[in-house]
């Protein structure tokens, strides 16, 4: 089904509808489990046939509340702190492999003179 369709549909029609697809699918999954569907497409066909019709829902909802709903903005001292953090994050995982790197390299490099003088 279409997202045009679905929004010729009034709110009942459509919650209606999406309940019908969901008994549908578990009804498939259940047969699913037991035996093999003629048309194992139809699962995932219901499944984003119910996505679209939740969405076109939700849509309407956002609309009759007004505004779209936004979490608050991020001030410009919230950003700049943020970026300090984001930096000093980085800096501490720069100088944790560095460390590691070197670690690493003195212990190939003793393990090979070790084995050179066997």
Do not use: N
């Amino acid at each position: 089904m279409r997202a045009e369709e679905i929004r010729e549909l009034t709110d009942d029609e459509v919650r209606s509808r999406v309940a019908e697809l969901e008994e549908e699918r578990f009804r498939l999954r259940f047969r699913a489990a037991t035996e093999t569907l003629e048309d194992p497409l139809r699962l995932r066909l219901i499944r984003k046939d119910v996505a679209r019709m939740k969405t076109v829902l939700r849509e309407r909802e956002r609309e009759a509340a007004g505004a779209a709903v936004r979490g608050p903005r991020r001030t410009a001292a919230k950003r700049a702190s943020a970026g300090k953090k984001l930096a000093a994050r980085k800096a501490r995982a720069s100088a944790t492999r560095t460390t590691k790197t070197s670690a690493t390299r003195k212990t190939k490099g003793s393990r090979a003179a070790g084995a050179g003088e066997r």
